[in-house]
């Protein structure tokens, strides 16, 4: 079989990386080995596209793969041709804009790795509340947790009934919650009244747009709400507009799952979201400190995660 030429090589190597999602995949792995599972998180793409990419990448000998357990790794290898390639990954690293993103996206991907202490509370989340103790419940826990709220305004977007806002209306200065639902409104303002909430008012309204003076509140909440919203970007955005400069977020909402069914169940229109798309909306929307990580975990199928992601504007 006749030898293939440099040159030929070469021609090779630069057709493949004429697609800008095996550059993207070539300049992740030029900085970490990563697993398949992370590079879906990261890039925000499907397994079989991933697959289908790296397999190209393979062949043409710019990475290899590992198998650790149930997972495959992939990282570059020392082969020649990345010497030839090495301009055009450093050029495309400052002309595809997506790459800023995901070298913020490798940054978490990164942490989740080593953060040692979220599995601890993973797994004491589990055990709380299986074994009796006498005294410790999650309502008590909630409890003493809600007594240590000082006196803020506070907006509960797509609040539902309001079951978390009346809780934090027994400490706030002020609650607004905002549902798109007028029986939930409804409801809830009825309940409020009965409990004698003065400082706990309903507002009909999107979560996108919800009808709350800008720079008004000192903490909004969006729980378990985003994975309902349309534009869930928009919902976030809006967050930032209604808080007072140095005013807090906090996101608490399902981490990306395959459950299809929860469409119709649950009437989700997204099947939650990665530490990376909550950074990205939060970081777009000009939230800076920002925190996200996955704060517990279902046993039973399909194994729901709940991620909390937190940011100050």
Excluded at 26 to 43: A, H, K, T
Excluded at 88 to 106: G, P, Q, V
Excluded at 254 to 279: I, P
Excluded at 288 to 298: F, H, K, M, N
């Amino acid at each position: 079989m006749k030898p293939i030429s440099p040159m030929s090589s070469i021609v090779k190597n630069l057709r493949l990386l004429a697609d800008e999602t095996r550059l993207r995949l070539l300049l992740l792995l030029q900085r970490e080995e990563l697993s398949v599972v992370e590079i879906q998180e990261i890039l925000g793409m499907g397994q079989s596209r991933i697959s289908s990419h790296l397999a190209q990448l393979r062949k043409a000998q710019l990475v290899q793969d590992r198998r650790a357990g149930k997972n495959i790794y992939y990282r570059l290898t020392d082969h020649q041709a990345h010497r030839e390639i090495g301009p055009i990954l450093e050029a495309s690293a400052r002309e595809i804009a997506e790459c800023a993103r995901d070298a913020k996206a490798l940054e978490m991907a990164l942490k989740r790795r080593q953060d040692k202490a979220r599995d601890y509370f993973n797994q004491l989340a589990g055990r709380f509340g299986r074994t009796y103790c006498p005294g410790r419940t999650w309502e008590g826990v909630a409890q003493m947790l809600f007594a240590l709220v000082p006196p803020l305004v506070i907006a509960d977007l797509g609040a539902g009934e309001g079951t978390l806002s009346q809780l934090l209306a027994k400490r706030a200065k002020q609650v607004i919650a905002v549902d798109n639902s007028e029986k939930m409104v409804e409801f809830g303002s009825d309940l409020a009244r009965k409990h004698g909430f003065a400082n706990l008012e309903y507002r009909l309204g999107d979560i996108e747009d919800p009808p709350i003076p800008a720079s008004s509140v000192d903490l909004a909440l969006l729980s378990q709400a985003l994975h309902h919203a349309a534009s869930p970007a928009r919902a976030v955005a809006a967050a930032h507009k209604i808080l007072k400069r140095g005013g807090r977020v906090a996101i608490l909402d399902l981490h990306a799952h395959q459950f299809e069914q929860a469409r119709e169940l649950y009437a989700d229109t997204w099947l939650g979201f990665t530490d990376a798309q909550l950074h990205g909306f939060l970081d777009d929307a000009g939230f800076r400190e920002l925190e996200i990580g996955v704060v517990s975990r279902d046993e039973q199928n399909p194994q729901f995660q709940t991620v909390l992601a937190t940011g100050i504007k």
